[in-house]
């Protein structure tokens, strides 16, 4: 087979190689060429807490440059933590994210307030055998789910902006004024 035949090794081919890795060097001298610093960082996310049951109250920048903070998840942790037998559990990072959006979406600066955060499988089943709203398998025992409160907003409010995210389950419980949020499935009650 000849060379002009031979796609690897015609003319053209040659050429079209040439002109590729010329171009190729062109474009990574060239003044235009993106750069990592050119690339924009996502802003840092901040969030602010108050457990209603210990009284502790976080503030907190918890994710930069594309992941969450180690030091600021362990401190949301121990804030999020089973209070009845102190017990803290790792709280999902999508949970945090999901209310870090929640009150960007409501346009609220003030704390979240936290009503049940984590919960220890006994704590769990306490609550379960005192009352038919709480779930024996509940995401709040795999840190993935909260019940909050938004001082200056309206609980109705709240639940509607936590549907419109679409991003896991919400609860809706007026009586007892909280709303639940989980990163689970898309529902809501």
């Known amino acids: 087979m000849t060379n002009e035949h031979n796609p690897r090794f015609s003319r ?3 050429l079209g190689m040439a002109l590729a890795t010329a171009g190729g060097g062109l474009l990574m001298s060239s003044p235009f060429r993106p750069t990592q610093a050119a690339i924009p960082k996502p802003p840092p996310r ?5 457990n209603l049951h210990t009284g ?3 503030e907190l920048t918890y994710w930069r440059d594309g992941a969450a903070l ?4 362990r401190r949301i942790d121990h804030l999020f933590r089973d209070h009845r037998v102190n017990a803290v559990h790792g709280i999902a990072p999508q949970l945090i994210d999901l209310l870090h959006d929640l009150r960007v979406a409501l346009d609220s600066r003030a704390p979240l307030q936290i009503i049940s955060g984590y919960r220890s499988p006994g704590t769990n089943a306490s609550l379960a055998k ?3 709203g709480v779930a024996t398998g509940s995401l709040h025992m795999r840190g993935m789910a909260v ?3 938004l001082p200056g907003r309206d609980l109705a409010a709240v639940r509607d902006a936590a549907i419109a995210l679409g991003r896991g389950g919400v609860g809706y419980y007026p009586r007892s004024d909280f709303v639940h949020v989980d990163i689970g499935r898309v529902r809501r009650w």
């Not at 180690?70 to 998840?73: Q, V």
């Open 56 to 58: 502790e109250r976080l």
């Open 147 to 149: 019940d909050i409160r």
């Open 46 to 50: 901040a969030i602010a807490f108050e």
């Open 70 to 73: 180690p030091d600021a998840m």
């Open 130 to 132: 005192a009352s038919a």
């Open 12 to 14: 053209r081919g040659m």
